[in-house]
């Protein structure tokens, strides 16, 4: 995929239950219409990651719904990190870095460079 805006980076992922262990992940699609990431649950199983009891629905690009199951994870890119919720990917899904996961990263797309950059200061409310 070469499509402007379109780019793929390297991220790790971490069960905060077993910090001595972390899958490097590499080739991962960014994409900011994509609400949570997704990782492979090869992957996430080897970490030993619990899937929720719960499952969500997603909506596909295609019109499409998918139904998965969800983990918490430590997600690290670049020299940041952040917990998430992720989706256990099967073997047909992509490997996503959403937009979710980027903002608890405070990282940003930078369509010129097509890499991940620092989003700057986050936002808080002023003390009185």
Do not use: C
Not at 61 to 85: C, F, H, K, M, Q
């Amino acid at each position: 995929m070469n499509d402007m805006g379109i780019f793929r980076t390297t991220m790790s992922v971490e069960n905060p239950l077993r910090p001595d262990v972390i899958e490097w992940l590499h080739e991962v699609l960014v994409d900011t219409g994509s609400e949570l990431s997704w990782v492979p649950a090869e992957a996430l199983e080897r970490l030993g990651v619990a899937r929720r009891k719960r499952r969500e629905r997603f909506q596909m690009a295609n019109g499409g719904e998918l139904v998965r199951s969800i983990g918490y994870v430590i997600l690290r890119a670049g020299d940041t990190e952040t917990n998430d919720e992720v989706v256990f990917g099967e073997r047909e899904d992509l490997t996503l870095l959403g937009a979710r996961t980027l903002e608890g990263l405070n990282l940003r797309v930078d369509l010129t460079s097509r890499k991940l950059v620092a989003a700057g200061p986050i936002l808080a409310a002023a003390g009185a």
